[in-house]
């Protein structure tokens, strides 16, 4: 009976031999955990990047939209014979406790001019909860005043891009700007946010939402978001949202998601989306696990005397098994501890030269690659290895 210790040594010693052939199986399967690791990064880093993105104004957010989904197939925000939302309606849902704000909003495109320089931006239409609720911070003046209802003057407030674009470094405030065909003055300006998901927050002007309303000629608003308290449970506030607007409506035309179930249905979608990302970097290990098949089957057929001799010597059938099974392990385990490397390396050479371009290496995938290498290794190798240990001694040792 042969040791564990003499079974590595000799399947060791037999791939130094044949030092090409086991290079290149070797590569096969570099490349393919390689091609895993590096893909499962990108994808689990873009995972990261998006919910951090969705985080950033807070996960205390219950979010309401014109329109019943799942049943009509209404899409919000669409015009429909749905009652619209109205100021009405948001001021109703001030009421509801524990609350830190409620966020009416409707928004357009239109251009902003100011001193003969024009630019196309959005247009955002909302009230004095906006900086509170969302986290922004006004770098000089002021944000919105409170809502002065029907009878809300004709202020703005610039984000910081959009001050650059039509002041440069002139101070805008008192500066009387046309968006639309509608003159307004400049009172606030924000602190840069920079972008969220490729799109430049900073490019955009806040004014009243009466005014947009009027302005965009909508009824409707785009949606109300109410800002509840931390540690207060979210059914609760829905259950109050869906209570007040029910009353005022006549019946549940709207539709209520919570920053929560919007971000766990975005995580489970970037779930698939970074398994199936791995999932097509895992074919390279498929050819890697057809060439260990090759490569064992053909050190069985070069190595039929050998076997035979170990088996005249007393080695049992498992034992040539084991031998068998040895190499391949070991060819498939040195092959994912260097893709590992390598993928890795990869990873963090792009994550030097994009700093955009998030890229994570999760340590579970790390594991999952190696282990799962070993495991193709042991797969592929079984059948030549079965083959070897079949083999009838004599008839082995006459084919040397």
Sequence with gaps: MLRWQDTVNLALRS?????????LTLLGITIGIAAVILLSSIGEGLHRFVLAEFSQFGTNVVKVSPGKTGTGGINPGFPSSVRPLTLDDSRALAR???????????S???????????????????????????????????????????????????????????????????????IGGEQMR?????????????????????????????????????????????????????????????????????????????????????????????????????????????????????????????????????????????????LSALGGALGVLIGAGLAQLLRLALPDLPVQTPAAFVVAAVVGSMLIGLVAGVLPARRAALLDPVDALRAD
């Design 15 to 23: 791939l130094a031999a044949g030092r090409l052939r086991s290079f």
């Design 96 to 106: 509801l406790p524990g609350l830190v704000g409620i966020v009416p909003m409707a």
């Design 186 to 330: 400049v009172i606030g300006v924000l602190e840069s946010r920079g972008q969220f998901l490729g799109i430049d927050i900073d490019d955009t002007a806040y004014v009243p939402a009466t005014r947009a309303l009027e302005m965009f000629n909508r009824e409707s608003l785009q949606e109300i978001n109410v800002i509840y308290r931390e540690g207060l449970p979210a059914a609760g506030v829905v259950e109050g949202v869906k209570s007040i607007l029910s009353a005022r409506h006549g019946r549940e035309d709207f539709t209520v998601l919570t920053q929560e179930e919007m971000l766990r249905t975005l995580s489970n979608i970037l779930d698939v989306l970074t398994l199936a990302v791995g999932a097509l970097g895992s074919i390279s290990l498929l050819v890697g696990g057809v060439g260990i098949v090759t490569i064992m089957t053909i050190a069985v057929a070069e190595r039929t005397g050998e076997i035979g001799l170990l088996m005249a010597l007393g080695a049992r059938r498992r034992s040539v098994l084991a031998i068998f099974l040895a190499e391949a392990v070991v």
């Design 108 to 178: 357009g495109n239109a251009e902003v001019a100011a001193g003969g320089r024009v630019r196309r931006s959005t247009v955002i239409g909302t009230t004095a909860d906006f900086v509170t609720a969302f986290r922004m911070q006004v770098r000089a003046g002021q944000f919105l005043p409170a809502d002065e209802g029907e009878s809300a003057r004709s202020f703005v407030v610039l984000g910081s891009s959009l001050r650059h674009e039509l002041f440069g470094t002139a101070n805008p405030l008192g500066a009387r700007v046309r």
